[in-house]
């Protein structure tokens, strides 16, 4: 009789040498023998969806290495297991912190910003990011003193703001003392506004003088913005100076940015730059696993395929999958892989070029209100629901910045665009009918 544990560690640590790393992780963790019969090896596996795949993809190099440790088994079976295995698999893992958050709580929180649902434990590593994730890792060990600040860029929808906010809900769990903060370089711009046209510029220094950790998003927007650079040079001082950790993503290399000053160049290039380039095969098929887990959805191995063997960034894998649980949902019922294909092909058509005017009357026609109604002052129900899901689509299709959106509409504060975007985001999570309604007037833009 030979030694199961054993015999599963040496199949695991040679299939890892065969497989990228976003693959092992994904399909072989938390996998181990339960028992040997008449030559039937069963093999616990996590749930549903990571049996068919490793039924379907790795049963003949799982049955071939199990062989050549143990002449005598015939085949596999793998079976569901809810408890996770006692065993440890011994394998070279990543350092990977995990935070325990709500998952059905994806709601923003107002304190920090951060979305709990952006953890370690959610975050895909493969090839096309680990460098990025090493250097957070290091981050998270010695705040304000290893890569400080620490530069992350790469196109976007590659999982930048995830893997940021991720760190600060870590450390938001492991040292509850410290303040963290979240925010965009346009958000911080904007405050920058309201605080100078307020006269509370007071305010507004010492509100951000008093984190131990700021996290700034999307840092390209800062170009061309000579007072709102002036202002974050002083304070990457202050925080720097008094070892705080700083982090920063942009779309591109801080020397790419245009219009920059150079000593804020200089300073936020001072520490670690790093970058996030396209996912690979693999790390797009973990990532699509990982999302259909968290929304217990189930969809075939082809589906997987099929979704994974496009380029398409992380956002846009995400974007399909979300497409394709809608449909199931409303058609209650699983859609086959040519549905699937008629959808994605549909949806992933270019838009045309649209005018703010047009969109603002595509809009105000589909719930039959006067075009003219939505740039009035008025708080009728029936053109402020149209109102909000015009700023809404204009933001989120669009990507118009909120100053421009309040100004197409009749001039209205920025502060108000940004109120109406997020109660329509709110409202999306739980209104059916809603989701519908902008799934149409998607459908008429296109």
Request: hydrophobic share 35%.
């Amino acid at each position: 009789m030979f030694d199961t544990k054993q015999l599963w560690e040496t199949v695991l640590e040679n299939i890892e040498t065969d497989v990228s790393q976003a693959t092992f992780s994904t399909w072989f963790k938390d996998t181990v023998i339960v028992r040997i019969e008449d030559g039937v090896v069963f093999l616990s596996v996590p749930n549903q969806f990571v049996k068919e795949w490793l039924a379907n993809k790795y049963h003949k190099a799982i049955l071939k290495k199990l062989r050549e440790g143990a002449e005598q088994v015939r085949n596999v079976e793998y079976v569901v297991s809810k408890e996770p295995p006692k065993q440890e698999i011994a394998s070279k893992k990543v350092n990977n912190p995990t935070t325990e958050m709500p998952l059905a709580d994806f709601y923003v929180n107002k304190e920090d910003n951060l979305n709990p649902r952006y953890t370690f434990d959610s975050f895909v590593v493969g090839s096309f990011n680990d460098l990025a994730f090493a250097s957070t890792q290091a981050v998270i060990k010695k705040p304000g003193i290893a890569y400080n600040p620490l530069f992350i860029y790469g196109n976007t929808g590659y999982g930048k703001t995830h893997l940021i906010q991720a760190v600060g809900n870590y450390i938001k769990s492991v040292s509850p003392s410290m303040k963290v903060y979240y925010i965009t370089s346009e958000n911080y711009y904007l405050g920058l506004v309201n605080a100078m046209q307020e006269n509370k510029i007071p305010l507004f220094k010492e509100k951000y003088r008093k984190y131990d950790f700021l996290i700034m998003d999307d840092v390209q927007f800062l170009s061309n913005k000579e007072k709102t650079q002036d202002e974050l040079f002083h304070l990457f001082n202050t925080l720097y100076d008094n070892n705080k950790q700083i982090i920063f993503s942009s779309d591109k290399h801080i020397n790419q940015i245009p219009n920059l000053e150079d000593r804020i160049r200089t300073r936020f290039g001072a520490g670690m730059i790093v970058d996030i380039q396209a996912p690979d095969y693999d790390a797009r098929v973990a990532i699509i696993q990982k999302k259909c887990l968290s929304q217990n959805n189930s969809v075939s191995p082809e589906i997987v395929e099929y979704l994974a063997s496009s380029d398409n960034s992380i956002r846009e894998l995400e974007g399909a999958l979300n497409t394709i649980t809608y449909h199931m949902q409303l058609k209650n019922r699983i859609i086959s892989l040519t549905e699937i294909k008629n959808i994605i092909r549909e949806t992933s058509k270019p838009k045309r070029s649209f005018s703010v005017k047009e969109i603002i009357k595509t809009i105000a026609d589909f719930y039959d209100v006067p075009e003219n109604s939505i740039y009035e002052k008025t708080r009728r129900k029936e053109v402020v629901k149209p109102r909000q899901i015009i700023m809404y689509i204009l933001r989120e299709d669009f990507k118009v910045s909120y100053p421009t959106i309040g100004e197409k509409l009749g001039g209205r504060d920025h502060t108000t665009v940004i109120h109406s975007c997020e109660k329509i985001k709110r409202e999306l999570k739980t209104d059916t009918t809603l989701i519908e309604e902008i799934d149409y007037i998607r459908t008429m833009l296109n």
